[in-house]
């Protein structure tokens, strides 16, 4: 069995793109675990059922807390970074924020952590971060350091680093159906990517209730009045079934006929 090591910005990124590879793995028996760099603490509360002066980092920790178990993750590892916002939420003077924090420092960060967990594979944001979020950017950029970085200091060194991306058609039909997504107004053909450039589809309708209830968790951020309220709409289901990632780094070889329908074949 081998040992996964999930590397995101915010509570919620880790489950729209891939709780269900995280839960498909975490059954088969392999170890998930997840950096999560920041408490998400300038995300909105859009769930009236939660009193809207709480503290959105701690609610948002334990969120994640939440969703990791539902998923079979180990319990996640958080950065202590704040989340930089977006639009009239930047946090463009907030010296902790992880746009203001020096690349080296999240990377030397994360280091520290895959030298203890030694995972097997990484998987993190593809570079566009999957809509241009700064956060998810710099995350993905540590981490795909980190991914390099490591072989000289952690050995065994990982194998296999993963980005979370979406095929353009793909991307096209979250826009059609969620035009309030932070997706709906961006280029598919810049931010998504080709068929072929997939290394690993998989199908994960047959635990979509598993991820749903994950995604659920994240209770501050799939409320009634944010644009995720429609999850139980069945036409959405489409956009939560299959789950894609393309390659960005391999030590060794990767002998395996693109897409794979499992991202540890061979570990
Ligand atoms: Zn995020």
């Known amino acids: ?23 498909k793995c975490s059954a088969a028996g392999h170890k998930v675990h997840l ?8 995300g909105k509360i859009t769930d009236p059922s939660i009193p809207q002066d709480s503290n959105v980092g701690e609610v948002r920790e334990q969120e994640l807390k939440d969703a990791c178990a539902i998923m079979g993750m180990e319990e996640p590892i958080f ?4 989340d930089s ?3 009239e939420r930047t946090q463009t003077h907030n010296p902790k ?14 280091l520290k952590h895959i030298a203890e967990i030694k995972p097997h594979v990484i998987i993190t944001f593809d570079p566009h971060g999957a809509y241009g979020h700064i956060d998810h950017i710099r995350i993905h950029r540590a981490a795909t350091a980190a991914f390099w970085s490591c072989g000289a200091s952690v050995q065994p060194a990982p194998t296999r680093l993963y980005y979370n991306t979406f095929p353009v058609a793909r991307m096209k039909m979250i826009q059609d159906m969620r035009p309030s997504s932070p997706l709906a107004n961006l ?5 998504a990517v080709s068929e072929d450039s997939m290394a690993v589809r998989v199908d994960v309708s047959d635990i979509i209730e598993q991820k749903m209830r994950a995604i659920k968790a994240h209770k501050t951020q799939v409320g009634p009045t944010s644009s ?5 709409n069945p036409a959405w289901q489409k956009m939560f079934t299959t789950e894609t990632l393309s390659l960005g780094g391999l030590r060794g070889s990767f002998p395996y006929e693109m897409p794979l329908d499992d991202p540890m074949i061979g570990l």
């Open 1 to 23: 069995m081998a040992t996964i090591l999930a590397i995101y910005a915010h509570p919620d990124d880790e489950v729209f793109g891939t709780g269900g590879i995280y839960s």
């Open 35 to 42: 950096i999560c760099a920041t408490r998400g603490e300038s």
């Open 79 to 82: 950065l202590d970074y704040h």
């Open 85 to 87: 916002g977006r639009q």
């Open 97 to 110: 924020a992880l746009m203001n924090v020096d690349e080296f420092d999240i990377e030397t960060e994360l």
């Open 187 to 191: 280029d598919a053909n810049l931010y």
């Open 228 to 232: 995720f309220a429609d999850t139980d």
